[in-house]
């Protein structure tokens, strides 16, 4: 059977336009129908079919569980069967962390050919293989792209049937045997008392009875009940014991049929990833290589090109231009804003709320792309990449791209958008001169809630200077709670939502948020105005997106599992509270993926 002949495959080429974007239809493989889900992967939005190993193992242990063979096993049979079950869970775990490898090497064979093709592109510019590589429909650029396209799908659709199913074999596999001999010890003991009490009894009648006299009728009916007891609790571990043999022979000995799925998805998923290449490089090349040869070097030596010097027009910022990353310069076209940013950091939330302050429709912008980034996998996330071709840190974000410059610092950056879309939107700046002078002061006097805020996440709540870190912030949320007062108005400047808000909103959540859950901090219900304040920007709509649970853009790109904006927060400044951080990164970046804590689950290892 061909490639071609799958119907499961990707239906259709992608449909690339002059130029060299791709509109995808992506289907996705599934064992059910379940519909109503969706993810966006590089802005188009693709059903997800969520995995079903869990109740697919979960059903099959069941029913061996109702299909109970008594006096199949003894409970002396549990202590090799226990051994044999470590082994198992090995090979399991082992499995698990493979395929993982697996898919982290599919990412990287994939960046590396696009790599390769932007240095085909870089050495391309301004000759007549420009159009061919660089530009337009079935250029090499534009083919990549679409490539692209198709392993982020590649890599969702992996990790959650392939990946999903492993981890949920092993937590199946976990809740069970934990359900079956979590009662043993409990069992065990009830045993040992009763028999340590028929021996007490049997020696207190040794005692009391003679050749004359028996023993008290008491004593007797106590020792008769005991040895009921000690029979029931008997019956009751041994019926418990081999139980839990018999699960741990269905787990280990029948195993196959748990991995019968496994076998069969991946099998799936590798067809349908080949059916994907052969769709875009397959069908897709030929074409270019024949337009190429049809048109001859001595044409091309004719055609003329842009010079790239009408990319980069404008005065250039003091952190650079982006001719350090021409491998990505048909994933950021200059002309276009081009944010880069985390969406759990406080920082990035500034520069976000300002963007969206722009937009006539903050829910559908326009004005800017925007880049999520997860700084804890650092070069294997692709913003990372590019920031770090930059000459920039992983963590040092947010990062605008525009008209061929780079600007960082989130407050600068926030200012430079204000400026630069003046006309667009609502202006963040007052116009006179009284009211940009309180902003730029009320700024400055706040300005520590930022780095006190992560003082006290990193701190040791035990210590002296934790105690006077919590003082520092009471005073800083009093000095707030009194600028709000003195200006009539909703806001610090009063009734103009101004960069003064923007940038002291984000620290004011998170101390609600996070310093509420991991220190129990809370601001005094005395501090109205402040109160009054937050909610107040909280309803606005560049904020409430920027509060809201969760995107599928969002899971596809951090590490963090939770989907609820509170439960993320508090998930992400975990390794922080723990003064993990540098460790949290080391784990992501070797065993992380998007949506996947495994940070946590080094921390819960011991549990599995």
């Not at 139980?243 to 590798?270: G, H």
């Not at 005395?526 to 904020?543: G, I, N, P």
């Amino acid at each position: 059977m061909s490639v071609d002949s799958r119907s499961d495959l990707v239906d259709e080429v992608p449909s690339l336009s002059d130029d060299g974007s791709s509109s995808i239809e992506l289907p996705l493989l599934s064992d059910s129908e379940d519909e109503g889900q969706e993810t966006e992967i590089n802005g188009d939005k693709v059903p997800v079919v969520a995995s079903k190993a869990r109740s697919i193992v979960d059903q099959r242990l069941n029913d061996a569980n109702n299909a109970y063979i008594k006096n199949m096993f003894r409970s002396a049979d549990l202590v090799y069967l226990e051994a044999d079950f470590e082994t198992f869970k090995k090979h399991l775990k082992r499995l698990l962390s493979t395929a993982k490898v697996y898919n982290v090497a599919t990412e990287e064979r994939e960046l590396a050919r696009t790599k390769l093709f932007g240095g085909f592109s870089e050495l391309a510019t301004k000759t007549p293989l420009q159009p061919f590589i660089n530009e337009g429909k079935g250029s090499l650029a534009a083919i990549q792209h679409a490539a692209t396209m198709y392993q982020a799908y590649n890599t969702q659709e992996y990790s959650q049937q392939i990946l999903g199913y492993i981890n949920d074999w092993q937590n199946a596999v976990s809740a069970h045997v934990k359900a079956k001999t979590s009662v043993l010890p409990k069992l065990k003991r009830r045993r040992e008392h009763y028999a340590r009490k028929l021996e007490t009894l049997r020696g207190r009648i040794e005692r009391l009875e003679t050749p004359e006299k028996a023993a008290p009728k008491a004593v007797q009916e106590r020792l008769e009940r005991t040895e009921v007891k000690l029979s029931q609790a008997l019956t009751a571990h041994e019926d418990a014991a081999c139980r839990a043999c018999f699960l741990l022979d269905q787990i280990m000995n029948y195993a196959w049929k748990d991995l019968y799925p496994l076998v069969s998805k991946t099998i799936k998923w590798e067809l349908n990833k080949l059916g994907r290449e052969e769709r875009t490089y397959g069908e897709l090349l030929p074409s270019t290589i024949e337009q190429l040869e049809q048109k001859g070097l001595t044409e091309m030596e004719a055609t003329t090109t842009p010079t790239v010097g009408e990319y980069f027009e404008g005065t250039q910022s003091i952190y650079g231009n982006v001719e350090a990353i021409s491998d990505y310069m048909d994933y950021l076209p200059p002309n276009l804003p081009h944010l880069f940013l985390d969406d759990a950091c406080p920082f990035s939330q500034c520069t976000w709320i300002a963007f969206l302050e722009k937009e006539s429709d903050p829910q559908n912008p326009t004005l800017f792309q925007l880049h999520r980034v997860c700084s804890f996998l650092g070069t294997r996330d692709p913003g990372c990449r590019i920031l770090n071709e930059l000459g920039l840190e992983d963590d040092e974000i947010p990062v605008l791209i525009h008209n061929g410059s780079v600007f960082k610092d989130s407050y600068a950056v926030s200012e430079y958008i204000d400026g630069c879309f003046e006309k667009e939107g609502n202006s963040l700046s007052p116009a006179d001169p009284v009211g940009a002078f309180n902003m730029s002061l009320f700024v400055d006097r706040h300005a520590a809630i930022s780095e006190l805020y992560f003082q006290i996440l990193e701190s040791d709540s035990g210590n002296t200077s934790f105690s006077d870190l919590i003082l520092q912030l009471e005073k800083l949320l009093e000095e707030i709670d009194t600028d709000l007062q003195k200006i009539p108005g909703h806001y610090l400047c009063g009734n103009q939502f101004t960069l003064a808000d923007i940038f002291i909103f984000p620290f004011v959540e998170r101390i609600q948020v996070v310093l509420s859950h991991y220190y129990q901090i809370e601001i005094d219900s005395s501090l109205s105005s402040l109160h009054t304040w937050y909610a107040k920007v909280s309803s606005r709509k560049s904020v409430q997106i920027t509060m809201a649970d969760r995107s599928a853009a969002s899971i596809s790109t951090c590490v963090m599992e939770n989907t609820t904006r509170k439960d993320y927060l508090v998930e992400y400044y975990e390794p922080y509270v723990r003064n993990e951080v540098a460790l949290a990164k080391d784990i992501f970046q070797m065993y992380g993926f998007a949506g996947e804590n495994a940070y946590r689950e080094r921390n819960n290892e011991n549990e599995w």
